[in-house]
């Protein structure tokens, strides 16, 4: 049993994203990518000489992996290499893509000012101009939520604005369910 206030679990230099699936975790750190559970702990993805920046899990259990180089891969629920294209070097934060059903990511992509879509190959399918972009979400019913440095705006299907919620601060990252 874990002492109360002890660390579940540790991970050497900086942690990109944490996905937990009931008691198995995927840590996916700056260098790889780990999956931790009941059953111990076990290194699923390395990516020597490369830099994890943002990452997105799937519903199946696929990562988007976004690498400092602007490499965007994904990943297998086994660590296997599916996809890989390059996109714009990843800005924003660790949180910000998500992804889509059909191996589609959308990401921000801060220093164009707007936030994209992209298929497995890397082609560029919807694109909504935003002004720093951080992180984004699309909801179910086609409308975008992104996380800005002045606020969350709530964008419709179409990509036409609708309101933005003022912050007290910086987002690290959004979810939606």
Do not use: C
Not at 14 to 36: N, P
Not at 63 to 77: E, F, K, M, N, Y
Request: proline share 7%; glycine share 12%.
């Amino acid at each position: 049993m874990r002492e109360v206030g002890g660390p579940l679990v540790s991970v050497p230099g900086r942690l990109v994203a944490v996905f937990a699936s009931g008691e198995t975790w995927i840590l996916v750190a700056r260098d790889r990518v780990e999956k931790v559970g009941p059953e111990g702990r076990h290194v699923l993805h390395k990516a020597p000489g490369r830099v994890i920046s943002a990452a997105a899990r799937a519903e199946d259990g696929w990562l988007a992996l976004w690498h400092d180089d602007g490499t965007l891969q994904w990943i297998d629920s086994t660590g296997r290499e599916k996809h890989r294209f390059k996109l714009p070097v990843p800005q924003g934060t660790s949180l910000g893509p998500q992804a889509r059903p059909g191996r589609r990511v959308l990401g921000p992509l801060l220093a164009s000012n707007r936030v994209a879509e992209f298929t497995d190959d890397g082609t560029e399918v919807d694109s909504v101009a935003v002004e720093t972009p951080m992180a984004v979400r699309r909801l179910a019913n086609g409308q975008r939520i992104v996380a800005t440095p002045r606020g969350i705006i709530l964008l419709d299907a179409e990509g036409r604005y609708m309101r933005r919620v003022p912050l007290n601060g910086l987002p690290s990252g959004i979810d939606v369910r």
